[in-house]
């Protein structure tokens, strides 16, 4: 659990030493992208701290790309 708060306190740390510099310079759109995958790579690491089995994202890829080898 300890590493989890970890995880939060990392990511607070850099929310607070990059969106003032983001938001000063009207770079929205950078923000938004900046958090949602902050967000996203937290909750991930986070469900692999706690143990839970996740999909691999290859097989996302070989069921996408898997028509052009056949």
């Not at 938001?23 to 469900?47: C, D, N, P, T, W």
């Not at 692999?48 to 028509?67: A, E, H, S």
């Amino acid at each position: 659990m300890a590493g989890i708060f970890a995880v939060v306190a990392l990511a607070a740390g850099a929310i607070w030493l990059e969106a003032p510099g983001l938001i000063h310079r009207h770079r929205i759109k950078e923000l938004v992208m900046f958090l949602a995958l902050l967000l996203i790579g937290s909750v991930l690491y986070s469900a692999l701290m706690l143990q839970i089995n996740l999909p691999n994202p290859f097989m996302l890829l070989k069921w996408m790309y898997g028509w052009i080898g056949k």
